[in-house]
C-alpha cells in the first residue's frame, strides 16, 4: 500500500497519560485537517516514576495497539517515554516515529543569566537524552542546566488538577530554588508540564520564560507528513478519537478540562494494557 492510499490514515499520538494532550492541542490547530488517534495508558501512569524495563513494555504494547488503528505516523507524547522508547521502536516500526525532546537548545538560545532549569521527571532527568542535549546545546555555550522533578505533580495533573494549593505548594518547593538560582528560562520537559503555567506564572510572575517542544513537535510532523507524501488531502475534515487504559469517566472529564472542550462520545475505553507494578531500579 503506497503513500498516496495511507495519506487519509491518522496520526497516533501515544502518551502514559493526559500529558500528550498538550502536543495534541498544537497539532491540532495546525493541521485541522488531520485526524488523530490519541492513546493514554492512564491505568499505568505516572511512566515517570518507574525503571526503564517496565516503560519500555508498556510502550511496545501500547504501539501495538495503536497500529492496529492503522495509523500513518506515531507521535510519542512525552520525553520520558522518548527517553526509553524512541530508539526500540525505530528498529522496529516501518511508519515515521516522532519524538518530544526537552527543548534545551531554545531556551539556551533565549537564556540571559546563562542559568536555564529544567523541570520534567525522575526518569528524563536521570535519562541519557537530556545528558545528551545539555551536551551538545548547553555546555558549549556555557549554560548551566538545573534539572527539577517532584513525583506527585503528574498524577496531579492526571486528576485535573491544574491550580490547587496543594499543587502550588509542590511548585513553590520545586521552582524556589530554581529562581533563586538565576534560572531564567524554564524548560516544561514533561508534556503535562505545559498545563503548568498559569499556576507557575501566578506564584513567580515574570521569573521564568516558558519553553516547550509542543512547536518543534508540530513542525516536525508537518515536514515529515509532506516529504514522505502521507499528509490528507485539502478540503478533508479532521477527527479525533481519544482512548483511554484507566477511568473512563475521569478521562473524559480531565479531557474536558484541560482542552476546554471536547465531546464526551469521542472519549473511549482502550483495551487495557497489563497493569505494571512499578520497578524499584531508576534510569
Known amino acids: 500500500m503506497g503513500p498516496s492510499s495511507q495519506a487519509s490514515y491518522p496520526i497516533g499520538i501515544l502518551d502514559s497519560g493526559v500529558g500528550g494532550l498538550s502536543i495534541l492541542r498544537a497539532l491540532q490547530q495546525a493541521m485541522p485537517h488531520e485526524s488523530f488517534v490519541y492513546f493514554g495508558d492512564s491505568r499505568n501512569a505516572p511512566y515517570g516514576a518507574r525503571g526503564e524495563g517496565d516503560i519500555l513494555r508498556l510502550i511496545q504494547q501500547a504501539a501495538d495497539k495503536l497500529l492496529r488503528r492503522h495509523i500513518k505516523l506515531l507521535v510519542l507524547g512525552s520525553s520520558t517515554i522518548t527517553t526509553v522508547a524512541l530508539t526500540d521502536l525505530r528498529s522496529r516500526l516501518t511508519l515515521p516515529i516522532i519524538g518530544t525532546d526537552p527543548a534545551v537548545d531554545l531556551a539556551v538560545d533565549a537564556t540571559r543569566s546563562k542559568t536555564v532549569a529544567v523541570l520534567c521527571t525522575r526518569a528524563t532527568a536521570h535519562g541519557k537524552l537530556l545528558d545528551d542535549l545539555v551536551a551538545r546545546f548547553a555546555t558549549p555555550k556555557g549554560v548551566r542546566v538545573l534539572r527539577a522533578w517532584h513525583n506527585d505533580l503528574v498524577p496531579m495533573l492526571e486528576r485535573g488538577e491544574t491550580d490547587t494549593a496543594a499543587l502550588r505548594a509542590i511548585l513553590r518547593d520545586v521552582l524556589a530554588p530554581l529562581a533563586a538560582a538565576s534560572a531564567d528560562q524554564l524548560v516544561l520537559a514533561s ?71 471536547v465531546p464526551a462520545a469521542e472519549v473511549t475505553v482502550a483495551e487495557k494494557l497489563p497493569v505494571q507494578s512499578p520497578s524499584t531500579s531508576s534510569l
Open 191 to 261: 508534556t503535562h508540564f505545559t498545563f503548568l503555567k498559569p499556576a507557575i506564572q501566578a506564584e513567580f510572575g515574570d521569573a521564568f520564560g516558558f519553553v516547550d517542544s509542543a512547536g518543534t513537535v508540530t513542525a516536525e510532523v508537518t515536514t515529515t507528513l509532506r516529504r514522505e507524501g502521507l499528509t490528507t488531502p485539502a478540503g478533508e475534515r479532521g477527527s479525533t478519537t481519544y482512548l483511554f487504559t484507566g477511568d473512563l469517566e475521569l478521562a473524559r472529564a480531565v479531557v474536558a478540562a484541560l482542552l476546554n472542550s
